[in-house]
């Protein structure tokens, strides 16, 4: 692949490049146990992935370890059947630019961004013009780099799939976790009636971040207890489809961004589409966002009015990632769980 990059700062980026960084890598598929510290050529940005960036702190996501784990098995048709094809991990990002190449036009050297790459994980890391946008005014590094992956997926899942509207009543299934935090106050932001579900220990966080109605799941069961719902997000995905049905009002909307076991989530993906053709109820699953700019932009307005406040549990050193992932796939995280790279 040819590189595009202006020639008075090719020899300069060259010589960066044989600078050895550091980044978190595997050669197999497991338990964060096969996750370590590497060091690797610094990046060049290339034609494709425009926009070098010095990460100054990343966040990790379910869709981290599932890549890490090759699990379920399906996800290895894109990752590598028998070993993974992208030695690095990771995937939100926050940083300053550090150089762009001839055809990037949104950014310069030194603008601080936040957005995804592959490889997130490490010092440097080269990213798509698209999926960048400049970071809240507001935001620290780490804020900002709990914004895209679960923000995105809160805001795809309530706007695109759910068709959210004023007035509405909204149930948030998981509202402590990376993406329920999002899905709670980005549902508030367009003046709805929120009810959360979490655990006891979460409840007054809940509260703080501003949902209406707090439901503790290990006293009350949020399908059971005669409450109806408009739309129902659903970030932990453990409910049967008549159970969705049950708490959800006629014309309702039920959509589930994550999952426990295959078998839910093979039951939510049938069984959920038979349902919705056969009523007035819908069950929707949904994947893996899509990255676009303008909704990073969305997000980021967001943040600046405070309407939303990203919610981060603990951070983690680059050296120390491999226990950052063990405690997310504990499933106890509240809110967002975040590696911090480079400090001020």
Not at 116 to 145: M, V
Not at 171 to 192: E, W
Not at 298 to 308: I, R
Request: glycine letters at 10%; charged letters at 25%.
């Amino acid at each position: 692949m040819s590189q595009i990059i202006e020639k008075p700062f090719l020899d300069d980026i060259r010589q960066e490049h044989l600078k050895h960084v550091k980044a978190i890598v595997r050669t197999k598929y497991g338990s964060p146990d096969v996750l370590h510290v590497k060091e690797v050529e610094k990046p060049i940005p290339n034609e494709v992935r425009g926009v070098l960036v010095k990460i100054y702190a990343a966040s990790a996501n379910p869709l981290d370890w599932h890549s890490m784990r090759g699990a379920p098995f399906l996800a290895r048709t894109s990752e590598g059947l028998r070993r993974p094809k992208n030695p690095g991990l990771g995937t939100d990002i926050a940083g300053r630019v550090e150089a762009v190449a001839n055809n990037v036009t949104q950014f310069k050297p030194g603008d601080e961004v936040f957005g995804r790459s592959t490889g997130g994980f490490a010092e440097y890391a080269i990213a798509r013009e698209n999926r960048l946008a400049l970071k809240p005014a507001n935001s620290s590094f780490e804020e900002a780099a709990a914004v895209p992956v679960a923000g995105l997926t809160a805001l795809l899942a309530l706007r695109d799939y759910g068709h959210i509207q004023p007035g509405r009543r909204v149930l948030v299934n998981g509202a402590s976790g990376g993406v329920g935090t999002f899905a709670v106050q980005i549902a508030k932001s367009y003046g709805t009636e929120v009810t959360g579900v979490t655990s006891t220990r979460n409840l007054d966080m809940v509260r703080k971040i501003g949902a209406d109605h707090v439901i503790d799941y290990t006293n009350e069961d949020f399908t059971k207890n005669g409450e109806h719902y408009d739309l129902v997000c659903d970030c932990v995905g453990n409910r049967s489809v008549s159970d969705y049905k049950r708490a959800l009002n006629p014309q309702g909307i039920c959509v589930i961004v994550g999952f426990t076991k295959l078998s839910r989530l093979f039951e939510h993906m049938i069984m959920g589409s038979l349902a919705s053709k056969t009523g007035s109820k819908k069950i929707r699953f949904m994947g893996n966002p899509k990255i676009v700019q303008k909704d990073l932009v969305f997000l980021k307005d967001l943040v600046e009015v405070g309407k939303v406040v990203p919610v981060i549990d603990r951070g983690y050193s680059l050296s120390e990632t491999a226990a950052a992932i063990r405690y997310l796939e504990e499933g106890h995280a509240r809110g967002k769980v975040i590696i911090n790279v480079f400090q001020e």
